[in-house]
């Protein structure tokens, strides 16, 4: 496991009137964290599931919502939140069109 796994995706979600709001980007210190399982338990969102040793992966970090639920709650203080900026909800809002579009390599390397 790496000492620290990001979410690299889109982090952006069309609301009611194709709206977008904007959105956290949520990393887990995986050197820190115990696995005790609160994010993935109690996130509002369902951002967290478990990986194959029992700890928490940003599975779908476009649901997040920048809560501040998980990072709040984590007794290691493993996981940090950070809100995303206009800018950068407008260029990941650009890349999912693109990789929609079949511009982009699939896989998630947005």
């Keep these: 496991m ?4 990001t979410a690299e995706n889109s982090a952006v979600e069309e609301s009611k009137g194709n709206k977008t709001r904007p959105r956290g980007r949520v990393t887990i ?10 994010c993935i338990e109690f996130c509002p ?10 700890r928490p992966l940003v599975a779908h970090p476009e649901r997040c ?16 939140v950070r809100r995303l900026d ?3 909800v407008e260029e990941l809002e650009e890349l999912s069109q693109l990789a929609e579009e079949g511009a982009l390599p699939a896989g998630g390397d947005l």
Excluded: S
């Design 29 to 38: 210190f995986g050197t820190w964290c115990k696995g005790c399982g609160l």
């Design 86 to 88: 206009e800018e950068e």
């Design 2 to 5: 790496t000492t620290e796994e």
């Design 45 to 54: 969102r369902g951002v967290f599931e478990v990986n194959g040793q029992g």
């Design 65 to 80: 919502t920048a809560c501040h639920w998980c990072d709040t709650h984590c007794p290691d203080m493993a996981i940090t």
